[in-house]
């Protein structure tokens, strides 16, 4: 089993808790493209915007807000299996 089985969430929750793509980016060795990438995926399959963009910051949306707690639990589930 990988540490990170959904990478895609992961990825929203770091953005989500450091209110930057690229300060999420950083944490996960990834490029700012990429986690662009990853968030707008999951925006397109969920059909709705999860951030507002402004400045360099992003804000979750209400949807972004819901999804995030959706992806705590999900988190602390995987953790929880693994132990």
Same mark, same amino acid.
């Given at each position: 089993m990988t540490n990170d089985? /959904?990478?895609?969430?992961? =990825?929203f929750s770091n953005a989500a808790e450091l209110s930057s793509f690229t300060a999420a980016a950083r944490k996960l060795g /990834? =490029?700012?493209?990429a986690v662009?990438?990853?968030?707008? +995926?999951l &925006?397109?399959?969920l059909g709705t915007p999860l951030?507002?963009?402004r400045g360099g910051r %992003?804000? /979750? =949306? &209400? +949807?972004?807000r819901l999804l995030h707690a959706y992806a705590e639990?999900?988190?602390a589930l995987h953790q &929880? %299996?693994? &132990?």
């Open positions: 089985p /959904l990478p895609h969430l992961e =990825t /990834l =490029t700012q493209a662009s990438q990853r968030i707008q +995926a &925006e397109r399959d951030f507002g963009r %992003v804000l /979750l =949306t &209400e +949807a972004g639990r999900i988190h &929880e %299996v693994r &132990e």
